[in-house]
């Protein structure tokens, strides 16, 4: 893995995926999710995102995605680097997730929401959901999608990712629950989602690293890690979010202890789908802000 711990002053003279991701992105998207270059990832945290009582600060939440976006498409604005995926013209889906323990937060969705409409795109061509997508005339008609959702331990999956996201665009979700969720990512073939997904951010302000039973949730396995992991390639961005749930339950726990079921689609979505890499070796990871306790 090419990790790196940069300043804003140093990232500007680095360049790898997200230099090629503006031109590349809509002539050639399988250039970006596949294994012809390395997957720029975005680890950023920031301990004032949260308060004390677990409440999340607006304000730092945004300077995160920003940051995050200057970054991830080496531009000076933000809003420079939102033109290179989103089009005023463009149906934009977002989708989420709203597991009710832990799901992507509603200051985030509409933050994206408001930097999508920067953009030109009218409210009525955006909708932001997760169940009763196939449903959704805005998700029926989309150009363009946002993926977004925390990283939590899952009793099928091993953990649910952001290519575990997109299972509410098939028909009958327990349908794909055999053999550890093995396939997944064969559902970003579908018509509905295929080429659309314009950007994948991993939410791991206070991620889950273990749970007991079908919709397990303690408090006790959730913490702040303050942070989001954010990129184009959504294997390379849960890869990264696998790690770090790895190597907290490896803290908590005083060993090796393997997630059960293991998150075996992840790295399938690589090697048996094509869908991005999970290979660390391929991942450029580029971490911003907050040090203590990144775990990677």
């Known amino acids: 893995m090419s990790g790196k711990n940069l300043t804003r002053r140093e990232f500007i003279k680095t360049g790898t995926l997200a230099a090629v991701a503006g031109s590349l992105l809509f002539e050639y998207p399988e250039k970006i999710f596949g294994q012809s270059v390395k997957s720029r990832v975005v680890l950023i945290r920031d301990k004032s995102v949260l308060d004390e009582s677990g409440k999340i600060n607006i304000e730092v939440l945004e300077k995160m995605l920003d940051e995050s976006m200057k970054i991830l498409f080496e531009t000076k604005e933000s809003k420079t680097a939102w033109k290179k995926i989103i089009k005023?013209?463009?149906?934009?889906?977002?989708?989420?997730?709203?597991?009710?323990?832990?799901?992507?937060?509603?200051?985030?969705?509409?933050?994206?929401?408001?930097?999508?409409?920067?953009?030109?795109?009218?409210?009525?061509?955006?909708?932001?959901?997760?169940?009763?997508?196939?449903?959704?005339?805005?998700?029926?008609?989309?150009?363009?999608?946002?993926?977004?959702?925390?990283?939590?331990?899952?009793?099928?999956?091993?953990?649910?990712?952001?290519?575990?996201?997109?299972?509410?665009?098939?028909?009958?979700?327990?349908?794909?629950?055999?053999?550890?969720?093995?396939?997944?990512?064969?559902?970003?073939?579908?018509?509905?989602v295929k080429d659309k997904t314009r950007l994948n951010i991993l939410v791991m302000l206070t991620p889950q690293f273990h749970n007991v039973g079908p919709h397990g949730f303690s408090k006790e396995y959730v913490w702040n890690y303050y942070g989001l992991i954010v990129g184009i390639d959504p294997v390379a961005c849960d890869a990264v979010g696998l790690k770090i749930l790895e190597a907290k339950r490896k803290e908590y726990f005083g060993d090796d202890r393997p997630l059960n079921p293991p998150a075996k689609h992840i790295e399938l979505a690589d090697t048996r789908h094509h869908l991005g890499n999970s290979q660390m070796s391929k991942i450029d990871l580029i971490k911003i802000g907050y040090d203590e306790g990144r775990f990677i």
């Open 88 to 192: 005023p013209e463009d149906v934009v889906g977002i989708k989420t997730n709203v597991w009710n323990y832990l799901r992507t937060p509603v200051e985030l969705e509409n933050l994206i929401m408001k930097k999508v409409m920067e953009q030109g795109v009218t409210g009525e061509n955006i909708s932001i959901k997760d169940r009763g997508v196939l449903k959704d005339p805005v998700f029926q008609k989309s150009t363009a999608l946002i993926n977004s959702r925390p990283m939590r331990t899952h009793y099928w999956s091993g953990v649910g990712s952001l290519v575990k996201n997109y299972i509410m665009f098939v028909e009958k979700p327990s349908d794909w629950h055999g053999d550890s969720c093995a396939d997944l990512a064969a559902i970003w073939n579908l018509p509905i």
